[in-house]
């Protein structure tokens, strides 16, 4: 199973990105899944997260209200819309997704490569 970023790049402050993380290959299921960051020098952080059904996310403090986790499960893609971006907010982005990979089986964790998100002041 693979996920994979895009939507990435480099914006002014105050303005908008939208993320996108396609899962692709055999599996059964899709769990939860999330975003996470890591900006230079830090540790990588919970941006937010959303389980199978989509009604219950969650977002770091700092991202509440700018923020929106949403996901397409007809597409096994996950989406993070970014408004109102602020220097701060610049980091590589991860994708992760909980994957069972057969009825009854184990689940386990996927990353993605990250993609870049520069937010200039």
């Known amino acids: 199973v693979r996920l994979v970023e895009s939507g990435g790049g480099l914006v002014q402050a105050g303005g908008s990105l939208r993320l996108s993380c396609a899962a692709s290959?055999?599996?059964?299921?899709?769990?939860?899944m999330g975003w996470y960051r890591q900006a230079p020098g830090k540790q990588r952080e919970l941006v937010a997260n959303?389980?199978?059904?989509?009604?219950?996310?969650n977002y770091a403090d700092s991202v509440k209200g700018r923020f929106t986790i949403s996901r397409d499960n007809a597409k096994n893609t996950m989406y993070l819309q970014m408004n109102s971006l602020k220097p701060e907010d610049t980091a590589v982005y991860y994708c992760?997704?909980?994957?069972?990979?057969?009825?009854?089986?184990?689940?386990?964790?996927?990353w993605g490569q990250g993609t870049q998100v520069t937010v200039s002041s």
């Open positions: 290959g055999s599996f059964f299921s899709i769990n939860a």
């Open positions: 992760n997704a909980d994957i069972r990979d057969r009825v009854g089986g184990l689940i386990y964790r996927r």
């Open positions: 959303i389980i199978s059904g989509g009604d219950s996310t």
